[in-house]
């Protein structure tokens, strides 16, 4: 009997230990991946990286150098290195933060939701280019953000990653 008695305390004990190891990261990923708050909170703490924040103003830099292209069809150059700049200290100033997580935050519903517009997985940053840091040198080109600016998050999205593909659990 008691040999009965210490095996099943080891079997309780095993099976404590897998539910255990299996609850505690379905836990994190359901507060952190698929909640869209817990996603975008992630993705806030996220944007104080400095590759993160180097990499974010590269595409800027590039999408508003375009939109100067665009308005004055290449007759008046940009100073990339000046947009450049407006774009880092943006990056590196306290409103980024926010702007990522709202971009994240588009971004989550579309994997999760079956209404998104369009097929591609993009992220809208136009809401950055609107920031004060970004406003002077696209004024001084007369530019005007357009209300919706995309950027595709991937080349080729995978079958498998589609708008609401995915559900909450």
């Known amino acids: 009997m008691r040999f009965a008695a210490a095996v099943l305390r080891a079997v309780l004990w095993l099976a404590t230990t897998v539910a255990l190891a299996v609850a505690i990261p ?8 698929v909640s869209e ?4 909170a992630l993705a806030q703490r996220a944007a104080a990286d400095p590759a993160l924040q180097s990499a974010a ?10 939109l100067v292209a665009a308005r004055n069809g ?3 150059p940009v100073d990339s290195a000046e ?21 994240n935050r588009a971004a ?6 079956g209404d998104a517009a369009g ?4 992220v809208d940053v136009a809401p950055m ?17 357009p209300p919706a600016l995309t950027v595709p998050l991937t080349a080729s999205a995978p079958k498998t990653l589609r708008p609401g593909r995915l559900s909450p659990l």
């Open 129 to 145: 280019l609107r920031e004060a840091s970004m406003q002077p040198i696209l004024r001084s080109h007369n530019v005007k953000v």
């Open 26 to 33: 379905a836990a994190w990923l359901q507060c952190n991946v």
């Open 108 to 113: 989550h519903r579309w994997l999760f939701t």
């Open 83 to 103: 947009l450049h700049g407006a774009a880092a200290a943006f990056t590196a100033g306290p409103a980024f933060p926010a702007s990522f997580a709202e971009a």
């Open 74 to 76: 290449g007759r008046q």
């Open 57 to 66: 103003a590269d595409e800027l830099t590039n999408r508003a150098a375009a």
């Open 37 to 40: 708050g817990g996603y975008a």
């Open 119 to 122: 097929g591609s997985w993009a």
